[in-house]
Structures are given as C-alpha cells and as structure tokens.
C-alpha cells in the first residue's frame, strides 16, 4: 500500500470507500489471526512516573494525583486471579517509575513464570538496555512502547526534553526486537498538531518495524496537562486530525493491512469514546485482541492517563463477564492459551 493510498483511506469520508477499508481489514485479520479473540489482562501496577509528558495525566508534573505502587503479594494473586478467568496473558503496566527496580521487575517476572503458565507483557517506558535484558532473561515475553508519532518535530513537542538529550524510541523499540521480545508499539491519533501526512508515517512506521502487537488509540485531553489545554492546538482545522472514533477505526484497519498478522487490541481509549460498542467495531475492523482490566478497583481511578477512562468503576471479574458478552455477540470465540504472535507458534 502506498503513502498515497494510505492518505486516502484517512481523508476518506465516503462511505461505501470506507466499507471496503472495513471488509478488507476484517478479511485480512480472519484469514492471518483467525476469529480467536485474546485476552489479555492489564494489571496497572505503578502509577509513580517521573516524565514530564505533555500529554498524560501521570505525568510528574500533576501533583493533585495520588500515587500508588502494588506490593508484589497483591500483583501475584491477580495474576493468578487473571489465570483462574482464562486469560493466557498478564500485562504488567506502569509510569515511568524507577521505583521497579531491575531485580524487583525481573523477581516479578520470575515468580510469575514459575508459578503460572502466562505470557508476560511488560509496558514500563523507556528503560535502559541492560534492563530490557534482564527482565528478558527473567522470562518476559513481550514488551510495549508506543513511539507516539513518528514526526521527531511532533515528538519532542509533547515530551520535553530530558538531560540527556531526546531519547529515540524508534531505536529503543529495535533494542527491545533484538532482544528477541515481541514487539508493540503504537500512536495516539489527533495529537494536537498531527498532520495527515505525520499519521500516514506513522502507519508506514509500523510496516517498517515489522511490529508484532499494534495499540493505537484517540488522544484525549487531560486537564492536568499542556496538551489538555485549549491554545495546544495551533494549525490550521484542514491540516490536523480529528481525534475521533472513526479516525482511530481507520488507523486500526490500515494497521492490519500494513501488518496482516499483528496482534492489534481494541483499545480502551476507543472503548472511551464508545463505551456501547466500540470494542465490537474494532474486533469487525482489524482488532483481534482485548484487555480486560485487572487492576484492582481501588487503584483504578487513580491510574488517570486521560479522563473518564472506561472501566474505573468495574472490577476485574466485571470487566472478564463484559468482555466475553461481547466477544460472542458479534459470534466470534474466546481465545484460548497466550495467543502469541503467529511467527512465534510457527519458530
Ligand atoms: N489520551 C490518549 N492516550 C493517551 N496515552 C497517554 N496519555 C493519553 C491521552 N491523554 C497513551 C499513550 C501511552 C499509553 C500508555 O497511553 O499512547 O503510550
Ligand atoms: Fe471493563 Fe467492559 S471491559 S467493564
């Protein structure tokens, strides 16, 4: 698929072009990954960060926001509450936090390993390579880092610049690769001042990378942050894109097709947006996994990316039984077992 295709596919408010943008993702994600739905369980484990991201409501900046790190007693029994619901994946999430150390995550992971069969995800931020190896060597078989946007000028705009220097996350992510992870990464869609041809980049960003797991999501504005503001926006309406559901289930379709056997989850900032359908959609559109949220519900709120974040009211099992109604009432199935990407299964 060419740029130009691409740009088409994003700009297109025709229906019947759109349907086709539909069916072809759909085709595409049946034939690659099958009708399986995964699930994996999110586990927020950390909401300490210490970046500044102009976008994200952890950011160190939100001092209103109450902290939390889970023990590591209450990690293992949802992971094995996670289990005992089915799922073959637990994903450890957190904030930048130096806090998790590198023997406390690679402990983690160990006892995790050693006392469940669950592929292990690990979505900590940017940490150093002899980190990303340890954790490895410990067990963990995935890692996460969305590079955000692929516009290094757009880039450095939402992340302020550290000490030393921009970090580049595009070469992290070939890090975390050559250290034999699958790999994921991914974008928010309708960054203030994301043009279409920064979007169309980024899809062809993620070809390049080869990804196996894709999360892209509509960026929502946080408050207790720059971006949230009203004067973030400053080029002209034809030049930005709209944060919108339809924008974010264009991207997801065309990430598909770029990358026909990623794994590539409904995203809850979507389910933000549509709370009634819109992870359905996404699973009819080139989504094939979901995460259902694990966290325990006293710590949900407090894990505040963007607001009115959907499920911070349920619990774990809730999000379990709303996951399953919906996976069968567009008739597909459970998944069962990991759900690795399917070049592993085939190694
Ligand atoms: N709106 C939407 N997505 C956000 N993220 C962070 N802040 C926001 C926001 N305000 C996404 C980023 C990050 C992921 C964990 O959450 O893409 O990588
Ligand atoms: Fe959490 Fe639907 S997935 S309530």
């Given at each position: 698929?060419?740029?130009?295709?691409?740009?088409?596919?994003?700009?297109?408010?025709?229906?019947?072009?759109?349907?086709?943008?539909?069916?072809?993702?759909?085709?595409?994600?049946?034939?690659?990954?099958?009708?399986?739905?995964?699930?994996?369980?999110?586990?927020?484990?950390?909401?300490?960060?210490?970046?500044?991201?102009?976008?994200?409501?952890?950011?160190?900046?939100?001092?209103?926001?109450?902290?939390?790190?889970?023990?590591?007693?209450?990690?293992?029994?949802c992971?094995?509450?996670?289990?005992?619901?089915?799922?073959?994946?637990?994903?450890?999430?957190?904030?930048?936090?130096?806090?998790?150390?590198?023997?406390?995550?690679?402990?983690?992971?160990?006892?995790?390993?050693?006392?469940?069969?669950?592929?292990?995800?690990?979505?900590?931020?940017?940490?150093?390579?002899?980190?990303?190896?340890?954790?490895?060597?410990?067990?963990?078989?995935?890692?996460?880092?969305?590079?955000?946007?692929?516009?290094?000028?757009?880039?450095?705009?939402?992340?302020?610049?550290?000490?030393?220097?921009?970090?580049?996350?595009?070469?992290?992510?070939?890090t975390?690769?050559?250290?034999?992870?699958?790999?994921?990464?991914?974008?928010?869609?309708?960054?203030?001042?994301?043009?279409?041809?920064d979007?169309?980049?980024?899809?062809?960003?993620?070809?390049?990378?080869?990804?196996?797991m894709?999360?892209?999501?509509?960026?929502?504005?946080?408050?207790?942050?720059?971006?949230?503001?009203k004067?973030?926006?400053?080029?002209?309406?034809?030049?930005?894109?709209?944060?919108?559901?339809?924008?974010?289930?264009?991207?997801?379709?065309?990430?598909?097709?770029?990358?026909?056997?990623?794994?590539?989850?409904?995203?809850?900032?979507?389910?933000?947006?549509?709370?009634?359908?819109?992870?359905?959609?996404?699973?009819?559109?080139?989504?094939?996994v979901?995460?259902?949220?694990?966290?325990?519900?006293?710590?949900?709120?407090?894990?505040?990316?963007?607001?009115?974040?959907?499920?911070?009211?349920?619990?774990?099992?809730?999000?379990?039984?709303?996951?399953?109604?919906?996976?069968?009432?567009?008739?597909?199935?459970?998944?069962?077992?990991?759900g690795?990407?399917?070049?592993?299964?085939?190694?």
């Amino acid at each position: 698929m060419t740029r130009e295709q691409i740009l088409n596919y994003l700009k297109s408010s025709d229906e019947s072009q759109l349907e086709t943008l539909w069916q072809a993702a759909d085709e595409v994600r049946r034939r690659e990954v099958g009708d399986a739905v995964h699930l994996r369980g999110l586990l927020e484990i950390s909401s300490h960060c210490i970046r500044e991201c102009h976008y994200c409501g952890l950011n160190i900046g939100n001092t209103a926001l109450m902290r939390y790190r889970m023990p590591v007693e209450e990690i293992m029994a949802c992971a094995h509450e996670g289990l005992s619901f089915g799922y073959g994946t637990v994903v450890l999430q957190a904030g930048e936090d130096p806090g998790l150390t590198r023997q406390w995550v690679a402990d983690l992971v160990r006892r995790i390993k050693g006392e469940t069969p669950l592929a292990v995800t690990l979505s900590l931020g940017e940490r150093s390579e002899e980190d990303l190896a340890a954790w490895r060597e410990a067990g963990a078989d995935r890692y996460l880092l969305r590079f955000e946007t692929s516009n290094p000028a757009l880039y450095q705009r939402i992340h302020p610049v550290l000490p030393g220097g921009v970090p580049d996350r595009i070469a992290l992510l070939r890090t975390i690769k050559a250290l034999g992870y699958e790999t994921g990464s991914g974008v928010m869609i309708g960054i203030p001042d994301q043009t279409w041809d920064d979007l169309a980049a980024d899809i062809e960003l993620f070809r390049e990378l080869d990804l196996d797991m894709i999360g892209v999501g509509p960026f929502i504005p946080h408050g207790a942050t720059l971006l949230g503001q009203k004067g973030a926006w400053t080029i002209a309406t034809e030049e930005q894109v709209p944060n919108t559901e339809l924008m974010t289930y264009k991207v997801m379709a065309l990430a598909r097709l770029v990358c026909p056997s990623a794994n590539i989850p409904a995203t809850t900032a979507l389910a933000t947006l549509n709370t009634p359908t819109g992870r359905e959609l996404c699973l009819s559109r080139g989504a094939n996994v979901v995460m259902p949220n694990l966290t325990p519900k006293k710590y949900r709120a407090l894990y505040e990316i963007y607001p009115s974040k959907a499920c911070i009211d349920e619990t774990a099992a809730d999000c379990r039984a709303c996951m399953h109604g919906r996976i069968r009432s567009i008739g597909r199935e459970v998944g069962r077992g990991r759900g690795d990407a399917p070049r592993r299964q085939l190694a």
